[in-house]
């Protein structure tokens, strides 16, 4: 118990200060240790070069994942020493705890018939999820809309480390292939750029559920375990049929709470969606999937905490799971115009407070696990570890 404690600890330390990374513990990533994906978001301030490789995640004991957030700033830097890394507190010489990266997923070097590597095709998320963005390319950036936290547009731009549109077809290649060749997959995320048109977006997930679910692993006993990011019609049979396709959680992310600051922060979603219709169709998820099912997650850091903590509760009477992970302002996102801040520590203590004590009072469960959310610390909450 100590030891987790103490890397939930950290784990909120470094989530709030960010990072810096000594040349020492730059070896073996790309190579022996899983680099980050640039598919859709980079938080990044401090760079030596366009492309720097950089861990995908940094792991405390009790294999807790952590995103490292580089910030020239931050008092905490990791080194090598010998064959360990350490993160030490520059402004007081401690060296706080041990640290290690997740190894490079053996998946990621296939190659598709195509030639492409699946890496392009699919990340993986912490430890065990298999991460599918599906189109990284969103209507709402294409009509000047777009949320103000995202980045998707200008990281896509840069690196063009992903395959952008990627056909049903080599979707179901690259998603068989990762699980006939990894056998660690306990979830899966599948999710992308937003349509304008609901119908043409409920069709896409229906489209590719459906043909995941033809590869999932036995063990998953005909559910595709984890979560589709979606913004579907409010159509019951449209709604029953994503049902049926087995995929466990769906959401239809509301991002911050209360209706103005929706319009002003999720222009797109509001025009093309709106809060109303995803009031709606979250009720109507709820008569099908059942309470508990269905997930909602926020942008932790950018509604007023009083907001955001009714918004939470709102979710959870009406049987919907709230989850939040904590804001990191990418510098390519509109937010940075607007002065967008990052939460305080306080602002995160009191969001996974709130969170824990909803799930424990309704009987919800957090969304994945501590080795695979990296920006979010509601397991480590939920478990006492914080
Ligand atoms: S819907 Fe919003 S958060 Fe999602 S990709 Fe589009 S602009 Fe980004």
Not at 24 to 33: Q, V
Not at 113 to 142: H, P, Q
Not at 174 to 203: C, H, P, Y
Not at 320 to 342: C, Q, R, S, T, Y
């Amino acid at each position: 118990m100590e030891m987790y404690k103490k890397s939930a600890a950290l784990k909120l330390k470094l989530l709030i200060n960010g990072i810096r990374i000594d040349d020492s513990a730059l070896y073996g990533l790309g190579d022996k240790y899983k680099e980050y994906q640039y598919g859709y978001n980079d938080s990044n301030w401090m760079k030596h070069c366009q492309r720097q490789v950089i861990p995908s995640e940094l792991v405390l004991p009790g294999e807790i994942v952590v995103a490292p957030h580089l910030r020239p700033t931050s008092p905490y830097i990791i080194k090598r020493i010998g064959d360990t890394m350490y993160v030490i507190n520059e402004k007081t010489g401690e060296s706080i705890s041990t640290i290690d990266y997740l190894p490079r997923p053996k998946i990621w070097d296939i190659k598709l018939s195509d030639g492409s590597k699946l890496k392009e095709y699919l990340n993986v998320y912490g430890a065990n999820c298999l991460n599918l963005f599906i189109v990284a390319n969103c209507d709402f950036w294409n009509e000047g809309m777009p949320c103000v936290f995202c980045s998707l547009q200008p990281t896509q731009n840069l690196h063009k480390e992903v395959v952008v549109h990627k056909s049903l077809e080599k979707i179901e290649e690259a998603v068989t292939l990762a699980f006939e060749n990894e056998d660690n997959l306990d979830w899966m995320i599948i999710t992308g750029g937003s349509l304008k048109n609901r119908k043409m977006e409920f069709q896409r997930y229906y489209d590719v559920l459906s043909i995941i679910k033809k590869h999932i692993p036995k063990r998953w006993n005909g559910k595709i375990k984890g979560n589709a990011a979606l913004l579907p019609t409010n159509n019951e049979r449209d709604l029953y049929k994503l049902f049926e396709t087995g995929i466990e959680h769906p959401s239809f992310n509301m991002e911050v709470w209360g209706e103005q600051l929706f319009k002003s922060y999720c222009a797109g979603k509001e025009k093309y969606a709106s809060f109303g219709n995803l009031m709606e169709t979250y009720k109507k998820a709820v008569n099908i999937w059942g309470p508990g099912q269905v997930w909602c997650n926020f942008v932790g850091g950018i509604s007023p905490i009083k907001d955001l903590k009714e918004g939470f509760r709102f979710m959870a009477d009406m049987g919907v799971v709230p989850g939040a992970n904590i804001f990191h302002l990418d510098p390519k996102a509109v937010g940075v115009k607007l002065g967008l801040k990052e939460p305080t520590e306080d602002y995160v203590f009191e969001m996974y407070e709130c969170l824990s004590s909803l799930y424990k009072e309704y009987g919800y469960q957090p969304f994945f696990s501590h080795s695979v959310l990296r920006n979010s610390l509601s397991n480590e909450m939920f478990h006492g570890w914080l």
